[in-house]
């Protein structure tokens, strides 16, 4: 779904698409965007098309200063099989990208942020039936494990930050059933901002259909206004 940052510039960005449905991007307004990757060769030569994993990164100059803004895709894994290993050798890879992210921001005295369908519910707020999911891809305590290591200091979930205690709100659910309906969903959906970046955030709006028959995802976009 589409992570909307208003208040930092932007320009349509062509995506690294891949024979299949998942992708990612950047729209910009202006042209002064510059191009990057986050996990530079890595991506290419370790993360197989068919896993899924995909990213797009690019430097903008901003009103707050310059913003690193990284698109980022993880697929839903599936426990104990291959496709679980495979998440969790992106996860480790995202520890370390996002640590150095953080360093060049400061460096240059900008930021960053890191959006994207994450595939995983961080906490039991973010997921309406927790217990009956325990023990199931993106819900793993062991994926969770990254996100107290990505927020304990340097990093802020803007949503849950802007979204109160929960549970909820959430920006994914199944077309099955009633789980729309009901609000049975998961916050699976983020933007991972670097301290300063989240200082100056004044909201967070989750875009959630107002209807079943009126969605057009089965994710809702997440939206941040900045000033």
Request: with cysteine; proline share 5%.
């Given at each position: 779904?589409p992570h909307?940052?208003?208040?930092?510039?932007?320009?349509?960005?062509?995506?690294?698409?891949?024979?299949?449905r998942?992708?990612?991007?950047?729209?910009c307004?202006?042209?002064?965007?510059?191009?990057?990757?986050l996990?530079?060769?890595?991506?290419?030569?370790?993360?197989?098309?068919e896993?899924?994993?995909?990213?797009?990164?690019?430097?903008?100059?901003?009103?707050?200063?310059p913003?690193?803004?990284?698109?980022v895709?993880?697929?839903?894994?599936?426990a104990?099989?291959?496709?679980?290993?495979?998440?969790y050798a992106?996860?480790?890879?995202?520890?370390q990208?996002?640590?150095?992210?953080?360093?060049?921001?400061?460096r240059?005295?900008?930021?960053?942020?890191?959006?994207?369908?994450l595939n995983?519910?961080?906490r039991?707020v973010?997921?309406?039936?927790?217990?009956?999911?325990?023990?199931?891809?993106?819900?793993?305590?062991?994926?969770r494990?990254?996100?107290?290591?990505?927020?304990?200091?340097?990093?802020?979930?803007?949503?849950?930050?802007h979204?109160?205690d929960g549970?909820?709100p959430?920006?994914?659910?199944?077309?099955r059933?009633?789980?729309f309906?009901?609000?049975s969903g998961?916050?699976?959906?983020?933007?991972?901002?670097?301290?300063?970046?989240?200082?100056?955030?004044?909201?967070?709006?989750?875009?959630?259909?107002a209807?079943?028959?009126?969605r057009?995802?089965d994710?809702?976009?997440?939206m941040?206004?900045?000033?």
């Amino acid at each position: 779904p589409p992570h909307r940052t208003r208040s930092i510039p932007a320009m349509a960005l062509p995506s690294f698409i891949l024979d299949r449905r998942e992708a990612v991007a950047a729209l910009c307004r202006r042209r002064h965007a510059r191009r990057l990757e986050l996990f530079g060769s890595a991506t290419r030569a370790d993360f197989a098309p068919e896993r899924s994993e995909l990213d797009f990164l690019v430097d903008l100059p901003s009103d707050l200063g310059p913003v690193t803004v990284a698109s980022v895709y993880v697929h839903s894994g599936e426990a104990d099989t291959p496709r679980q290993v495979d998440k969790y050798a992106f996860l480790d890879a995202m520890d370390q990208r996002l640590e150095s992210l953080r360093r060049s921001a400061a460096r240059r005295k900008g930021h960053a942020i890191v959006c994207g369908d994450l595939n995983v519910a961080h906490r039991e707020v973010d997921i309406k039936n927790w217990k009956g999911n325990r023990g199931k891809a993106g819900f793993l305590e062991e994926e969770r494990a990254h996100f107290d290591t990505w927020l304990a200091k340097h990093w802020v979930d803007l949503g849950r930050a802007h979204g109160g205690d929960g549970p909820g709100p959430y920006t994914w659910w199944s077309w099955r059933g009633q789980a729309f309906d009901v609000d049975s969903g998961w916050r699976i959906d983020y933007l991972l901002a670097t301290t300063g970046l989240s200082a100056a955030c004044r909201s967070v709006t989750i875009g959630r259909a107002a209807s079943y028959a009126e969605r057009w995802s089965d994710h809702a976009p997440v939206m941040a206004d900045f000033a």
